[in-house]
């Protein structure tokens, strides 16, 4: 890597890598980063365009008429938005003015945000994804132009889930329907349309309960478990998160949500924020807690996040989503040579697997349910398959001609 010739963009380099530094970056990913900023400012001198008038949209079209180099594992269209993003952050150059259409989304949108938050109280995951249906949908009724929510008729509800749901198939859930029905009882209750529209959205067809909770024997949950310890760069959290999914059966976006506050060492518990804002304690077992603090006195790199589990490069930031724990589950799988039953493997196979061994232990559906922590006895009834001896017991014999034999 050379500093020469000179770009237009090298006034601002240093400060762009410091932005890195900050955020506790390696040396040798800000010497890439800085490098990949100067790539781009050639490429502005090539097309005439000064730092002052660049956006992020134009940086991400300079940067996509370059081939990505072989074994690069950065993206450079992405680097270069935020090189752009940069510059609008320091004042050299201007935000792209937003047009009348987009403030008024942006306004809708954010309203709509502070309701699902106060009134509904979803997590900032759900709200995530209820947002962009309601974005995805104000795309597909009026495009790119103004929004007149009084124009909206059933029609139009119908035609965007069908829309939705014809790209995918089989659909795995009923989000898509779910999430439009919050839409517009939003809506509604804003006063936005004259009738709830939401009352018009179709059901989404769904096979309940077609097949056994996916799961995994014993020895396969332990095989899973030694093959991710075994790793030598972050095997002592990716076992650790496993291990609190096999042994306390939490769901994937608890265990990424937890604390470090949220261990009580002292009296060995620990905070769970589950769904709908819902907290419990848990007690810790020897085993997880020597997991624990394996990890935090090893693995975890230096950083100021108070999360526990954090990525393994720095800036050594939280997951986004749960995302990680499937990626690494399916690593485990395929190491141990076990096929899933489906070809979609999700974290809550490790607490399905709990919760079959602990059917299979002879537990009842209630124990079953408080170890999981299900609100509702529904979630639970779905294990009372597993116990085939106790099925097979309350099983009314065959009719066959002439009688019971």
């Given at each position: 890597?050379?500093?020469?010739?000179?770009?237009?963009?090298?006034?601002?380099?240093?400060?762009?890598?410091?932005?890195?530094?900050?955020?506790?970056?390696?040396?040798?990913?800000?010497?890439?980063?800085?490098?990949?900023?100067?790539?781009l400012g050639r490429l502005?001198?090539?097309?005439?365009?000064?730092?002052?008038?660049?956006?992020?949209?134009?940086?991400?079209?300079?940067?996509?008429?370059?081939?990505?180099?072989?074994?690069?594992?950065?993206?450079?269209?992405?680097?270069?938005?935020?090189?752009?993003?940069?510059?609008?952050?320091?004042?050299?150059?201007?935000?792209?003015?937003?047009?009348?259409?987009?403030?008024?989304?942006?306004?809708?949108?954010?309203?709509?945000?502070?309701?699902?938050?106060?009134?509904?109280?979803?997590?900032?995951?759900?709200?995530?994804?209820?947002?962009?249906?309601?974005?995805?949908?104000?795309?597909?009724?009026?495009?790119?132009?103004?929004?007149?929510?009084?124009?909206?008729?059933?029609?139009?509800?119908?035609?965007?889930?069908?829309?939705?749901?014809?790209?995918?198939?089989?659909?795995?859930?009923?989000?898509?329907?779910?999430?439009?029905?919050?839409?517009?009882?939003?809506?509604?209750?804003?006063?936005?349309?004259?009738?709830?529209?939401?009352?018009?959205?179709?059901?989404?067809?769904?096979?309940?309960?077609?097949?056994?909770?996916?799961?995994?024997?014993?020895?396969?949950?332990?095989?899973?478990?030694?093959?991710?310890?075994?790793?030598?760069?972050?095997?002592?959290?990716?076992?650790?998160?496993?291990?609190?999914?096999?042994?306390?059966?939490?769901?994937?976006?608890?265990?990424?949500?937890?604390?470090?506050?949220?261990?009580?060492?002292?009296?060995?518990?620990?905070?769970?924020?589950?769904?709908?804002?819902?907290?419990?304690?848990?007690?810790?077992?020897?085993?997880?807690?020597?997991?624990?603090?394996?990890?935090?006195?090893?693995?975890?790199?230096?950083?100021?996040?108070?999360?526990?589990?954090?990525?393994?490069?720095?800036?050594?930031?939280?997951?986004?989503?749960?995302?990680?724990?499937?990626?690494?589950?399916?690593?485990?799988?395929?190491?141990?040579?076990?096929?899933?039953?489906?070809?979609?493997?999700?974290?809550?196979l490790l607490r399905h697997?709990?919760?079959?061994?602990?059917?299979?232990?002879?537990?009842?559906?209630?124990?079953?349910?408080?170890?999981?922590?299900?609100?509702?006895?529904?979630?639970?009834?779905?294990?009372?398959?597993?116990?085939?001896?106790?099925?097979?017991?309350?099983?009314?014999?065959?009719?066959?001609?002439?009688?019971?034999?």
């Amino acid at each position: 890597m050379t500093d020469n010739p000179k770009t237009c963009v090298d006034p601002y380099l240093d400060s762009f890598a410091q932005s890195f530094a900050a955020a506790n970056y390696t040396v040798g990913t800000i010497r890439t980063y800085r490098h990949l900023a100067r790539k781009l400012g050639r490429l502005m001198d090539t097309a005439g365009i000064a730092p002052s008038a660049l956006t992020p949209e134009r940086a991400d079209q300079l940067a996509r008429t370059t081939a990505r180099g072989p074994g690069s594992k950065i993206r450079f269209h992405n680097l270069a938005r935020r090189f752009a993003e940069h510059l609008i952050d320091i004042g050299v150059a201007q935000p792209v003015p937003l047009t009348e259409a987009q403030i008024a989304r942006a306004a809708l949108l954010t309203d709509y945000e502070a309701y699902l938050l106060k009134q509904r109280g979803l997590s900032p995951r759900s709200i995530y994804h209820v947002l962009r249906f309601a974005d995805r949908f104000l795309d597909h009724r009026f495009g790119t132009g103004l929004i007149d929510l009084t124009r909206l008729r059933a029609a139009d509800t119908i035609s965007f889930a069908q829309h939705v749901l014809a790209c995918r198939h089989p659909y795995r859930d009923k989000t898509v329907t779910s999430h439009l029905r919050t839409f517009f009882q939003y809506l509604f209750a804003r006063g936005a349309t004259a009738t709830n529209l939401a009352l018009s959205v179709p059901k989404a067809a769904q096979r309940w309960d077609a097949r056994l909770p996916r799961h995994l024997l014993p020895d396969g949950v332990e095989a899973v478990l030694a093959s991710v310890r075994s790793n030598p760069r972050h095997g002592a959290r990716d076992y650790a998160m496993l291990l609190l999914m096999a042994r306390l059966g939490l769901r994937a976006p608890e265990v990424i949500a937890i604390q470090l506050d949220d261990i009580d060492w002292r009296t060995g518990e620990l905070l769970v924020r589950g769904k709908g804002k819902l907290h419990d304690r848990l007690p810790i077992t020897a085993e997880v807690g020597e997991a624990l603090s394996r990890y935090l006195r090893e693995e975890r790199g230096e950083t100021t996040c108070r999360t526990v589990f954090v990525t393994h490069r720095a800036p050594h930031r939280a997951f986004k989503n749960g995302q990680i724990i499937n990626a690494i589950l399916k690593d485990a799988l395929a190491a141990t040579g076990q096929k899933p039953v489906t070809p979609y493997v999700g974290s809550h196979l490790l607490r399905h697997s709990l919760a079959t061994r602990l059917v299979n232990a002879g537990a009842s559906l209630d124990e079953v349910g408080d170890v999981l922590r299900h609100r509702s006895r529904t979630s639970t009834m779905v294990y009372a398959r597993l116990d085939i001896d106790g099925l097979r017991s309350i099983a009314q014999p065959w009719p066959v001609a002439g009688g019971v034999q």
